[in-house]
């Protein structure tokens, strides 16, 4: 079975501080990662995601993340925080790239 | 491409009545998948098809809920006898073939009273 666990729900930083946003997850097979954002009242938007190779995965709008099997994580960090980064950030875990298993989320708020 | 279309985007409906809410995928996309989410909470998987064919139910689906992808194109879910339990956001996604992104609508609001 597959799970995922994103430690803090909350997360607050000033602008142009460093983001960054914990997920840990367990899976029986290799996994496939992804990190999805969503700004309010709207869908899921893709960031970044993890299937093979290359373990530092870089995505959209400067974001990145870091495949960790000993660790069992893929956190996303962010250099330099935007305003417009204030949002909700799902990790999420398959193990048969069709069924997504999400975390609970972290909101991210940016400070001036 | 004008990506993954969700109808309504917001329902009231009272308790006890019927509510169908209608997706259309991105065009050629194969897969076609229903998420429930709920406050404070990440999407839950509820069922996804495959072309036409309904592959996987998640527990989650009780016997009030019923999808539909007639023709392999969009697709409909319908919720019988709404509880307030009901209340969430039903997101649908979808995807080309194995491996590849899935892509979320905006997703359709319901709320119960």
């Known amino acids: 079975a597959q799970s995922v666990t994103q430690l803090g729900s909350h997360v607050s930083v000033s602008e142009g501080a460093l983001v960054l946003l914990r997920c840990n997850y367990s899976s029986s097979v290799p996994p496939y990662l992804f990190w999805y954002v969503q700004y309010p009242n709207q869908g899921l938007q893709l960031l970044l995601k993890y299937t093979t190779g290359a373990t530092l995965v870089k995505g959209i709008n400067g974001f990145e993340a870091e495949f960790k099997k000993s660790e069992t994580s893929f956190h996303l960090t962010k250099p330099s925080a935007h305003m417009s980064d204030a949002a909700e950030y799902f990790c999420?875990?398959?193990?048969?790239?069709?069924?997504?298993?999400f975390g609970a989320g972290t909101t991210v708020t940016v400070r001036a | 491409d004008t990506g993954v279309s969700q109808d309504p985007r917001h329902k009231i409906t009272k308790r006890g009545q019927n509510v169908t809410f209608r997706c259309d995928p991105i065009s050629e996309h194969n897969r076609l998948y229903w998420y429930r989410q709920t406050l404070g909470q990440g999407p839950e998987f509820l069922t996804y098809?495959?072309?036409?064919?309904?592959?996987?139910k998640s527990r989650l689906l009780s016997d009030r809920f019923s999808a539909e992808r007639p023709k392999g194109s969009f697709s409909t879910l319908e919720i019988q006898r709404t509880e307030q339990g009901d209340s969430a956001m039903y997101l649908c996604?979808?995807?080309?073939?194995?491996?590849?992104?899935?892509?979320f609508g905006e997703g359709s609001w319901l709320t119960v009273v």
């Open positions: 098809f495959q072309n036409e064919a309904q592959l996987e």
């Open positions: 996604a979808s995807s080309p073939n194995m491996g590849n992104t899935i892509y």
């Open positions: 999420a875990v398959s193990e048969d790239d069709y069924k997504l298993s």
